[in-house]
């Protein structure tokens, strides 16, 4: 059973920068692509950043991309999401999720297709 918890939230100001890492355990890391989630409050949970098993990989939500940069290390099973020049509308809970990998499938970019999910961390941008 995969297992997934994040890490590195916080309370930043407008501007700053965040790294949220996911640490992976249970599973054969390198067999997942792995997928960036948010939730703000009263609003759908929504895509951000995926990336694929080896690394080759990357897909971004419009709104992130040129800002945020997802990574991930196989040797440690961490995935990392890096936050610079943040905005309000960051502000929600991040969660990371994990898609079983075929061959040279693209990492999904909906929730609905990761079967594994950690429980979230909160994410603060103040203006």
């Known amino acids: 059973q995969v297992q997934l918890v994040e890490s590195g939230g916080g309370l930043v100001q407008a501007g700053g920068s965040l790294r949220l890492s996911c640490a992976c355990s249970?599973?054969?890391?390198?067999?997942?692509?792995m997928g960036w989630f948010r939730q703000a409050p009263g609003k759908e949970r929504e895509f951000v950043a995926a990336?694929?098993?080896?690394?080759?990989?990357?897909y971004y939500a419009d709104s992130v991309k040129g800002r945020f940069t997802v990574s991930r290390d196989n040797a440690k099973n961490t995935v990392y999401l890096q936050m610079n020049s943040l905005k309000p509308e960051d502000t929600a809970v991040y969660y990371c999720?994990?898609?079983?990998?075929?061959?040279?499938?693209?990492?999904?970019?909906?929730?609905?297709?990761?079967?594994?999910w950690g429980h979230g961390t909160q994410v603060t941008v103040s203006s």
């Open positions: 249970g599973g054969t890391f390198s067999s997942y692509a």
């Open positions: 990336i694929s098993w080896s690394g080759s990989s990357t």
């Open positions: 999720a994990a898609h079983y990998q075929v061959a040279a499938e693209t990492p999904p970019v909906v929730w609905y297709a990761y079967g594994y």
